[in-house]
């Protein structure tokens, strides 16, 4: 049977804009865990002082006590996170007699590290911008030797360069092994050079298809102010896959008796087309030292302002608005030009952004997308939950996920995942997403104790510690002011309330948390504790709660 999506309202229809502590929270971090409002509305006598405090703390997050979460990481089920890359390739990828499993152990143990941290991390700007930037270097991660080495790509290719330059970051994801198989430079040679890296280089790493100009001749491409193209052509695609060739992995080619096959970046420079090149208006000259010619390509596509304005595009759509403000782009654009070899370029940029009045006035012009949903939901909720790739229920909620489409590392084009409301609001990813809140509103851990365990975050809070506080409007407010960081209009609190009472009425009779539910009775599932948990399953599905 055809269900139709729940209703998700347009940006035009959301006027209200919900307190500061709501908005930061549900766009710079994956949502309120509890007590992270309070925090936020504790840190200054006005809304830029909060948010300032705010965003310095998570610009800095080696200031930031994350403890818990490294407890949480240091579980004995991860057994690959700490592996160096030669112990990876040599012990997950080159062996001919181990499982697949083990083979792609390391990126299902980064997939479910990934969500332990988006869950539990107090640094949560950090995982949203690590999120960011494996979507904009996207690589597919289920195939091989990609997931045998995946834990490399996620900890030494991504998340040390997030807050920090550009260009560095360029560098080290082209001579990632991840990289350079996916977009098959691994093969790339003089003769015959492998255009795929090169391409998605200009036109989704850099540039940006915004400033491809076509089949025009590189010679008539247009200068800017400062004598620089003002965008791309096909031959210059051409003249960069020269200049990459021979950047390939240490795999024991059987070419080259040197190779010493530890899945490192190798450059094998009897594959280098060594002549002439010209890119983006500049000659690169015949016979340069190893390596020269692509340095220097990477050194020109992070100095363009063209590369500026579209990475900044990006981070105010993801951070702002799927349409943001071109006035916000530009300034944030002109931020990381000026400091496109400043060692903190990208926390720069990141600030601007984040303490603009379109960051701070701006509601409603982005929606989640399912694994936002997912990981807000479990923030909201104080999930006690364990993810590891041993463990029963995190594999069904990997299997689930990827239902929804959205499932971390799992796009095989190298766009990356949509960051636009277009996406995500169709009747499949909505559907399979509230279908998966339910699945954890009923699992429990061993004893019998509840995941999401919301009956004992409802019973446990000062608000709600007389049971005749438990009518259903008082619970369906609590939990709206729970999950959104502000009370929605009476109209939101009503509806839920009618879905526990199934009555227009409501005579203040309180919903008995307290007793037992009877699994005899036919009709278990509307009573008490069931009813409370598909109540906050309805409001983490909710219009208001999908936005961002």
């Known amino acids: 049977m055809y269900l139709a999506s729940p209703p998700v309202p347009s940006p035009s229809t959301l006027t209200a804009l919900p307190p500061l502590a709501a908005v930061t929270l549900s766009r710079a971090a994956f949502g309120p865990a509890p007590g992270d409002i309070e925090d936020f509305n504790s840190r200054g006598s006005t809304d830029m002082a909060r948010l300032t405090s705010w965003v310095d703390e998570q610009l800095d997050p080696q200031s930031i006590d994350d403890s818990d979460l490294e407890a949480r990481l ?46 539990y991390s107090r640094r949560q700007l950090q995982e949203v911008l690590v999120d960011f930037w494996h979507n904009h270097f996207n690589v597919y991660g289920y195939e091989t030797p990609n997931a045998s080495v995946w834990v490399h790509y996620d900890r030494d290719i991504i998340r040390p360069h997030v807050l920090g330059n550009f260009r560095q970051m360029l560098e080290a994801n082209a001579k990632s092994t991840a990289m350079l198989y996916y977009l098959d430079n691994v093969e790339s040679s003089d003769e015959g050079p492998n255009e795929n890296y090169a391409r998605e280089l200009l036109e989704l790493h850099t540039l940006g298809a915004e400033n491809y100009l076509g089949i025009m001749p590189q010679w008539d491409v247009p200068l800017d102010s400062q004598g620089r193209p003002i965008g791309y052509v096909d031959g210059d695609v051409l003249e960069v896959a020269r200049c990459f060739t021979g950047w390939t992995v240490a795999n024991g080619h059987w070419s080259d008796p040197n190779d010493p096959d530890s899945g490192e970046f190798y450059y094998r420079d009897f594959w280098h087309d060594r002549f002439q090149k010209y890119v983006l208006g500049e000659f690169i000259p015949a016979d340069q030292a190893a390596l020269e010619d692509g340095l220097r390509v990477l050194d020109k596509l992070a100095e363009h302002p063209g590369t500026a304005r579209y990475i900044c595009r990006k981070l105010c759509r993801r951070l702002v608005s799927d349409n943001p403000p071109e006035n916000l782009v530009e300034s944030a654009a002109a931020v990381f030009h000026d400091n496109w070899q400043a060692p903190d370029q990208i926390r720069q940029v990141v600030r601007h952004i984040l303490l603009s009045p379109e960051f701070r006035g701006t509601w409603g012009a982005k929606m989640k997308r399912p694994f936002e949903t997912l990981m807000g939901a479990m923030r909201v909720c104080g999930a006690e939950i364990t993810l590891h790739p041993d463990d029963d229920d995190s594999q069904s909620l990997s299997w689930l996920m990827e239902k929804t489409g959205h499932h971390p590392f799992a796009w095989i084009p190298p766009d990356g995942f949509p960051d636009t409301r277009t996406t995500w609001q169709g009747s499949t990813p909505m559907i399979m997403t509230w279908r998966i809140i339910n699945w954890l509103m009923r699992i429990t851990d061993n004893s019998g104790v509840h995941k999401l365990d919301v009956l004992s975050q409802t019973l446990n809070a000062p608000e709600m510690s007389d049971p005749a506080n438990h009518t259903p409007r008082n619970l369906a407010r609590f939990w709206f002011i729970r999950a959104l960081g502000y009370e929605p209009d009476a109209a939101q609190i009503t509806r839920a309330a009618q879905m526990l009472t199934h009555s227009d009425s409501y005579d203040g009779t309180p919903w008995g948390l307290d007793q037992a539910i009877d699994l005899s009775r036919d009709e278990w599932p509307h009573y008490w504790q069931s009813g409370l948990r598909t109540l906050v399953a309805l409001i983490l599905m909710s219009p208001d709660f999908l936005q961002r």
């Open 74 to 119: 240091g579980n004995p089920a991860f057994r690959t996170l700490g592996k160096s890359l030669t112990q990876l390739w040599a012990e997950h990828y080159r062996p001919e007699n181990i499982t697949w499993e083990e083979r792609v152990r390391p990126v299902y143990e980064v997939l479910y590290a990934t969500m332990t941290r988006a869950i």
